[in-house]
């Protein structure tokens, strides 16, 4: 019944493959109003409805709704409630117990400048509400990073100014935040990630990636934005470089009937497990430990031989170390797959 | 001042060049004998003195002293203490408060399989002695991996035989042991990496990377072993692929009078900063945290820039999570620092 | 103003006394239709309305809805959603950013015995959805404990039967759950603790005890449930003695314009913070600093004063650590405290 | 053959009570030199000879050597290194294997004053070397406790003087050290405690403990100091208050053939065990499932029985969060246990 499953997948798969050849899915352009901005996961009014096979093309906005427009611009007096989230949108068909798969295309910015802060008591190297100290915090600081369109950079530019340091950085731009609405009518916070997505700031969201989150709710009621330029492993400082854009995303085929226990991951290289809680350890258990279950049930490997195998080909990605909740991605290389 | 530390660096480095063009620098063969090898980091005599700008090429023993041979050796029969190092080596003219620098040039593989085992109650997961469950431990088995001498590859082969999945996998062979005597007079056991190096099982201990560890003192008294073919990110499993061999080090010179807090790793592609301790979290604050000192006393970034910047363009890379302490190293991309 | 509100808070406990002594406060005996059970903390209609100073006799399910009738009655059997809570209440006149104030004044169980299970994958001592191990569970067991209402006393029974073990426990009655409204629009399950309260599991929330917690939505939408005969510290098999009763709870006059930042507690003996997060390092911070700021803002200690007199006589009480956030309780002793 | 253990405990006990009350046994009374102060668990020549039976009786230096005089002495300029142990002491017959069985009879301070450090980058509530952050450290304060002999008292001066607080604490006197030498010819700083024992700073070492510690090497070579007047669970600020004095200490007669696997305590109202180890949840762990191998192996309960009944009268208190490892102890109340 397992191999069934796999078969599944490859058959909405070539399905996906064939909506796409033939066109006959519907492209949505969708730009939210103020009042459409979302910052829970779970709840609310669907802002668009799609079917599967459709390309939805997402304006969204910043994470701090494009309040931040200077270095004088601090993110603790921006009075903003962050992470405004496109959607949530619905999927026709999806039902409690399937699985949506998503597939990034493509993220333009739209502005020529990213941000990023140093917030008060903000990050991993600064104590916060969870790893709490008596220290002072850091001196609040604002980054602005110019963009540069033509040589697809940004600039990090030191707040000493001439005084101190500048560097050239390439783009690599991923969604901050991408989910379903939870299960078990809970509404979680667009800064959280959890079983179902959410905040995870994870550099594998990428363009080329697929994305396969639980449908725990009629419709999945599924959301992205928190658009980052660019971010190191953790995004240690608590935020990468913040910017406005659209990002393209297809609507693949509805995963009928099985339900990932955690968000999964998809790739031309690598399958990925997604693990969020705290501490890291437990995210990387929940990561390896589904990618385990992964490649038994739809690989065919034994329990030993997964554990081995994953233990010697493995790699770990660190999404984040500074949100309500971490996000730790176990990959594994398809080049060692069985074939199907 | 703090630019003199660098400068130091710089001319040790070039001294190094310079020492190494000359062929001046004495080379040492060592294959110790089997009542030679050392459990412990700390205590011991010196099974070997050398000098900075000397070359190394030490024998190290497998994991388990080479006593697994087959499918049927099971690690937990094998009576073996594990992690029989190679050494300890006296570096002349190191004194407690230098750092050691030391080149890994190249690992040689001299026995046609390695070995990695599914142990009792062994690797992340599966309970342990720290995260104690009451659950029966998996079942054990011991994997036996051929090499290809002319591929650079060995396979995976599943405990079930021609029933079960087979793959070829190539090497990336690096030490899983080397490591100092640590501060205080304590002695480690070799199963354990902590400030002076240790059992970090990283794989960036490879050939091309520079490794800088605490004297801590005189002679530095380091050792190295456990030769890993390959590894996956975390050793999930409790083992790499072990096997024997031999291992080509350049001993570069002392850098006098200023000691690495951490472990730091550096080849030319980045820097990197070493952090290890229990849980993750704290793995990875040392090793970011290591970082920004770095780039602050050699780099002359401000704080908050490096904060920002490292939160940018870092990489993080989980090297153990199965030793009685875990590592993590932050590694910083040698293009983005300013020129010194 | 600090003393201000030190103030409020000594006027609030004698208008509390002056209400409970002229007995002008009404008094809700309330016993919720099983359609009236709630599973969230947030969101939902008032099951009744209250005013500052009245009293709330309460009747509350067990955490499995009384499915539990035999040792032959398995959890993972029982097709319960767990921890119906009986609420939510809304009390006149709470705003956010006010203090709810409430007293467990008493505790009567209404049913001859409580349960307890061994659940799979259950319990802090097995490996779950988070500390996710590979290997098998322990094996299913469902405990029965009589109850003695004379020598007020329940019996652990050896699942052996008369093979086994067999003692006689005293009763602590205490209230599992107990919780606001979340901040933001979250809607968290009744099985997690956070910020507002809820699943707590904390031996501590026991008739004398005040417990304060923060107003996030108009009229504070509290709600308790899970019933514990009594518990060790940690709830370490993932269940107390889990009963069906009457809570009678005092409202007390609201804190208004201060919200507490954690859920705090006091009794006759104790000053009491709350930390609810994981892993228990973290539960910890948060509750030992937020003790810290109650030394400060209440009682006019200097920082460094709190945080050196709390080292030497602060006392900790683990909450529990199996319910998908852990809780701790840090605690002041009052003699200690300075006269206001 | 497990009740055969037990009887060995008891008879152990017997013969101990035996030889107390005839007097046969021997008395020393021991005072090192300042040379003789031994920083280490392992290594070092032995400082007393003791036999099972005998008592023995131990000046013991305070954390830092007596360096401290005034509040003028800072922690961080005392030029001294921690936790001076006065041993090692060989016990005769004592064998790896064995368990070594000390009673802590009395505690008998010799100075009319305690001190407790706030140091720099110190306690649970400023970052670390570990829980590394980027923030500066609290400003460095110490604290003098004087001594009232009479009222069994001390008294917390506010570091303010007459504008602070002040406060007066009953004593709770204990060993904040107490180990043998590790296994595997480790040599454990004496700030750290681990499988061995050694700086667990847990309030539960007091006179009317017994405490069971591994015999690792001949003589099992044990030592203690670090006398804390009353310290806070956790030790949070990183010292309790610390003094100089006497410990009467009973060498109970040898367990023989088998060995604790982590420090064990018993009073006469808890039998007690230990985790040692980085974060709290693994101490935990290890603490509450040695409790449930001792119930089963001592005690004949069923594991499911012991994880069951543990769970409803466990009891957890919290040694430090503060050291290089943290320790908490598992309690289970002697009432509940079967006779044996």
């Given amino acids: 019944m397992k191999r069934k499953v796999a078969l599944t997948f490859c058959l909405a798969a070539i399905l996906a493959l064939f909506l796409m050849t033939t066109g006959e899915a519907a492209t ?40 931040i427009r200077s270095t004088d611009d601090l993110a603790s007096k921006s009075g903003q409630r962050p992470n405004p989230q496109t959607g949530p949108i619905y999927v026709e068909g999806a039902e409690p117990g ?104 994870c550099v594998e969201t990428k363009p080329g990636t697929t994305v396969y989150l639980p449908v725990n709710v009629p419709g999945a009621m599924w959301s992205t934005g928190d658009i980052h330029v660019t971010q190191g492993d953790g995004e240690i400082i608590g935020g990468a470089i913040e910017i406005t854009g659209w ?54 490997l034994d329990r030993a031989d997964a554990y081995q195998l994953l233990s010697q080909v493995g790699r770990v990605r660190v999404g984040n170390v500074v949100d309500t909740l971490y996000t730790v991605v176990a990959k594994f290389p398809k080049k060692y797959l069985p074939r199907k």
């Fill in 28 to 67: 949505h352009r969708f730009k939210p109003t103020p009042a459409q901005y979302y910052y829970l996961f779970g709840g609310g009014k669907a802002a668009l409805k799609v079917a599967p096979g459709d390309r939805v093309i997402l304006w969204c906005e910043d994470a701090l709704n494009g309040k």
């Fill in 98 to 201: 399937d699985t949506l798969a998503i597939k990034i295309v493509d993220i333009q910015f739209d502005r020529d400048y990213g941000w990023s802060p140093l917030p008060p008591y903000g990050g991993f190297l600064q104590s916060n509400q969870f790893t709490r100290m008596l220290q002072d915090p850091l001196p609040e600081v604002m980054y602005i990073y110019p963009i540069n369109k033509e040589r697809k950079t940004t600039t990090f530019v030191s707040h000493l100014g001439k005084e101190g340091y500048s560097v050239e950085i390439p783009w690599d731009p991923f969604m901050g935040t991408l989910g379903t609405a939870p299960a078990g009518g809970e509404h979680i916070d667009a800064l959280t990630p959890y079983w179902h997505g959410g905040n995870m700031d």
């Fill in 247 to 300: 990002v393209t995303i297809d609507v693949l085929p509805l995963i009928k009937g099985k339900k990932v226990n955690t968000p999964r991951f998809e790739n031309d290289e690598y399958l990925m497990s997604v693990g969020s809680i705290r501490p890291l350890d437990d995210c990387l258990r929940i990561a390896y430990g589904d990618m385990v279950d992964w490649l038994m049930e739809d690989y065919g």
